[in-house]
T-cell receptor
């Protein structure tokens, strides 16, 4: 089955700096890659997603890139703010299955 | 709309006891799923369902049962609780039939097994 690895497990940046979180997936048939943000004590919520026919997608300060050949995708957050502090999860899904498999999460701390 | 509603929010069990975590959604979503969240291990899929009467196993199904008799409800049953099942459990649903689209999570249920 699909396996998703996520790095780093923790990331600390200065406010205003950029943050990058990377994920790799095992099944080359995966074609949908969302990112979820979970604030402390809250439920995970979708922040951005990308499909395999697209190489990059942006939404204001966040962007996701996908390299299908290398089977990895990344989340980029620019101009980080304290409210970006949270746990971020990447995930992958196959077209033939509705299962969404998550990575182990990255705890991002933005220092003011 | 209430979205995805989970009950109870907190539960303490003794080893060997059984219980059911309830999950209901009012968004007419065909797809429903259960995840457990443990420190350093992310969200792991326990069971999922693509419609009433259809269920399938996820990554960590052992020790858990599910059923899907209606579109709205997807209860998770622990048959004989073990300390290893101490975790935060999330129910989540989304519109089907595509594998894409936002997964809506409940608020979570924190379970402690002594």
């Amino acid at each position: 089955g699909e396996n998703v690895e996520q790095h780093p497990s923790t990331l600390s940046v200065q406010e205003g700096d950029s943050a990058v979180i990377k994920c790799t997936y095992s099944d080359s048939a995966s074609n949908y890659f969302p990112w979820y943000k979970q604030e402390l004590g809250k439920r995970p919520q979708l922040i951005i997603d990308i499909r395999s026919n697209v190489g990059e997608k942006k939404d204001q300060r966040i962007a996701v890139t996908l390299n299908k050949t290398a089977k990895h995708f990344s989340l980029h957050i620019t101009e980080t703010q304290p409210e970006d502090s949270a746990v971020y999860f990447c995930a992958a899904s196959l077209d033939s299955s509705y299962k969404l498999i998550f990575g182990s999460g990255t705890r991002l701390l933005v220092r003011p | 709309n209430a979205g995805v509603t989970q009950t109870p929010k907190f539960q303490v069990l003794k080893t060997g006891q059984s219980m059911t975590l309830q999950c209901a959604q009012d968004m007419n979503h065909e797809y429903m799923s259960w995840y457990r969240q443990d420190p350093g291990m992310g969200l792991r899929l326990i069971h999922y369902s693509v419609g009433a009467g259809i269920t399938d196993q996820g990554e960590v199904p052992n020790g858990y049962n599910v059923s899907r008799s209606t579109t709205e409800d997807f209860p998770l049953r622990l048959l004989s609780a073990a300390p290893s099942q101490t975790s935060v459990y999330f129910c989540a649903s989304k519109w089907a039939p595509a594998n894409t689209g936002e997964l809506f999570f409940g608020e979570g249920s924190r379970l402690t097994v002594l």
